[in-house]
């Protein structure tokens, strides 16, 4: 009996089968992952994890959420849930972003960007740099210090009239 075969047993062995029925003849992973397919446990299963991922909402670090969280529970819900179409994560991922009504960051950058995502891969890698160019903006509230500006025949009151602050 070669490794292979003795994975495979014990890969059965660990199956209740009180809740799972299996075929009597299972001869590589590729029919046990079928057979598993096919049970009703893995329909309630895949669903629940939709569910969680149409609930699943993106709160930014500046309010105190976990990116790196967010995004590893996001791959895994997808994943766990069988959502392989790109279109689809895409769907899910806009609808986790925060939606406040005057002021809509990520949803706007992701809206630009979202038709050069090509992958998952692209998809985190946009997400990521949509949420490190958010941290990195001048919102109403924030301390700035400005050193060295040489002011060439403007006022002071002319400069602080052409700044611009974003809303929280």
Known sequence: MSDYDHYLIDAISLIDTTIISLPAEINSFEEL?????EDISFTVFKRTNKGLLRSLKYIPEREGGNTSKFISNFCKLCYNAEINDLKEQKNYLCNS???NGYYNYHL????KRKEK??????LVKEFTEIVTEELSLIR?????ALKHIAVINQSYDRLITDLEFIPD
Not at 33 to 37: D, R, V, Y
Not at 117 to 122: G, L, R, V, Y
């Open 117 to 122: 995502i090509e992958s998952m891969n692209d």
């Open 33 to 37: 992952s079928a057979a598993l397919k």
């Open 97 to 99: 972003l925060p939606n």
């Open 108 to 111: 706007e950058e992701f809206f």
């Open 140 to 144: 109403k509230g924030s301390i700035v």
